[in-house]
């Protein structure tokens, strides 16, 4: 439909307005940081540490000099923390994700380029020419929410790159932990091997001189045997555990020469006592708040597809038309889609279910993270116990018992190989210990996401998010 006016029926007021928004929809730029501030300070706030957005060269050796530092000295749990925030290429890559919200919000602020097309005809020696440029009123007047959903959406963003930055740190966490407490089995291991082939060549002399039996003497060997072929197990493990680590803080070249510690750091005194854990990750976790901000967005979002429901284009044009022999013509157009076929209703369905999608899913994420630091803190409560008890109970029984065991061998009372059985059972419990030390800090690492962070997969929303934002969009 098109209506073509006098030109002076415009008023200067309507004018005035479509130059101020071509003004200030060109305004819009895009920030120094890209968000990546609040990204700096969520994670401050859960984690102390220091996250670094790598984009120049400059930064690239700052990080460097950083890192080397780091590894100048044996890597503790803090320093392989703090490495992996700032090297870990991964997490570089989650950080584009900002840049990129950011220039979709910058865009929702920017009107669409006008248009203009050129028309000519003739009839006989008569000449027609007509120009027209068009004018996107509709997305002048949508660009307040559409600006506003875009900023919800990047907040959103925020909120998941620091979820993703908190995920490397208690997996750099882990496996620090982890790394730690295979290298210490391996030392142990090695110890009970060469109680093993002390027994083994033992046995087998005593064979040979006829004071030992030959069931006596397989029995030992095959116990070296097998004590050899899980050494080879344990080095590997400890090897896999330690690449982990490796790739975990992005190190390459003689960077991954780094020393770990011989030994887990020793169990606090007192196990954390914590009370109202679910109220706290309601509070705290990062999945909770980006499904509920999700939500929000959608509502947000549904408010502009109604709105948007009935008018499928606007767009308003200046004409200037032309004739051979003839004054020009000048005036305005305006182009309406009516709605005969599609009056928006199944955009607004769509709109509504996925708002409703939102709801639920918030509320799922909600009785998941109540049920997840329970287990969490459950979990933590029982490493530390076990723990504790290995090092307070098992370990220094098994002690006396070799102490005991030795001061009896000394008085004849019992033979070399009952003293080499004892000192491997006493070995085994002390390598036991190391693994429920090890189970402790994992326990630990895994309370501390539970209560900040997010589930996994969790802060995998926006879809709905996307999918409002689309079916608004579509009805303009």
Known sequence: ???????????PRTLALVLSAVFLGGCATLSEDGGFGSVQTMTKERLDKDIKWVKTDRDAEQVQATVKKLLATPLTVDAAVQIALLNNRGLQATYAELGIAEADLVQAGRLRNPGFSFARSTRG?????????????????????????EQRRFDLVKMRVTAETLQVAADARRAYFSAVAAQEGVKYMEQVRLAAEASAELARRMAAAGNFSKLSQAREQVFYAEVTAQLARVKQNALSERERLTRLMGLWGEDIRFTLPERLPDLPKMAREMSDLETQALKQRLDVQGAMKDAENIAASLGLTKATGYLNVLEVGYTRTSETGQPFKRGYEIELRLPIFDWGGARVARAEHTYMQAVNHAADIAVKARSEVREAYNAYRTAFDLAKHYRD?????RKRISEENLLRYNGMLIGVFELLADARQQIASVNSYIETLRDYWLAESNLTLALTGKSPGAMKMGGGMQAAA???????
């Open 1 to 11: 439909m098109k209506i073509i006016p006098n030109l002076k029926t415009i008023r």
């Open 393 to 397: 109970e098992i370990v220094p029984l």
């Open 125 to 149: 020696d008569e000449v027609e020419i007509e120009r027209t440029f068009l004018f996107d009123v509709l997305g002048l007047i949508t660009m307040p929410i559409r600006t506003e959903l």
């Open 470 to 476: 689309e079916t608004a969009g579509a009805g303009h």
